[in-house]
């Protein structure tokens, strides 16, 4: 190998190498650990935070609808299931609901109109099972029940 060839290698190698060292496991659990969508049905008009709790024994299994785990909270935005948290990413959409009727909410994202925050799957500390919750409701009502200051958020352009 030429020296020219050295340098170049050694001067283009070294980032990639670096950047796949950091960002390949973000990128491969991307990729590699989906599961498949599920959908949340949540009372029309509710805000507040969400609470599904998995593994508990006198409860239903979740159903299916449309090849989607179908998780259709109660009045209280609460579910409670004997199924197992599915483990990965999937495209989940949520939809709020009165009766038969069903109107889809987005989780766009910060200063990008969603309704739907911080979907996360935990362990309550308590009995050890797991749960997954997350926030419903404007921007500005997420902001306010993450951070009643308004001190840690930039203002959206």
Same mark, same amino acid.
């Given at each position: ?5 050295? &340098?170049?290698?050694?001067? +283009? !190698?070294?980032?990639?190498?670096? $950047?796949?060292? &950091? ?10 650990? @989906? @599961? ?8 029309? !008009?509710? *805000? !507040?935070? &969400?609470?599904?709790?998995?593994? =508990?024994?006198? $409860? ?5 609808? $449309?090849? @989607?785990?179908? +998780?259709? +909270?109660?009045?209280?935005? %609460?579910?409670?299931? *004997?199924?197992?948290?599915?483990? !990965? ?8 609901? %009165? ?6 909410? *987005? ?8 309704? &739907?925050? =911080?979907?996360? /799957?935990?362990?309550?500390? @308590?009995? *050890? ?11 500005? #009502? ?6 009643? /200051? ?6 959206? #352009?």
């Amino acid at each position: 190998m030429s020296k020219s060839h050295f &340098v170049l290698v050694a001067v +283009l !190698g070294l980032p990639i190498f670096i $950047a796949a060292a &950091v960002f390949g496991p973000a990128a491969f659990d991307l990729v590699f650990h @989906r @599961r498949p969508p599920e959908r949340f049905l949540i009372p029309a !008009g509710y *805000s !507040g935070w &969400v609470r599904v709790d998995f593994r =508990q024994k006198d $409860a239903q299994p979740l159903p299916m609808e $449309a090849g @989607r785990r179908l +998780l259709k +909270l109660d009045v209280h935005a %609460a579910l409670q299931t *004997s199924s197992d948290p599915q483990p !990965g990413h999937g495209k989940d959409d949520f939809f709020y609901y %009165a009766g038969d009727r069903r109107t889809p909410l *987005s989780n766009a994202g910060i200063c990008k109109g969603g309704m &739907v925050w =911080q979907v996360e /799957t935990m362990v309550d500390d @308590r009995n *050890s099972t797991p749960f997954t919750r997350f926030f419903v409701g404007t921007e500005d #009502q997420y902001r306010h029940a993450v951070d009643p /200051t308004g001190n840690d958020w930039p203002a959206c #352009q």
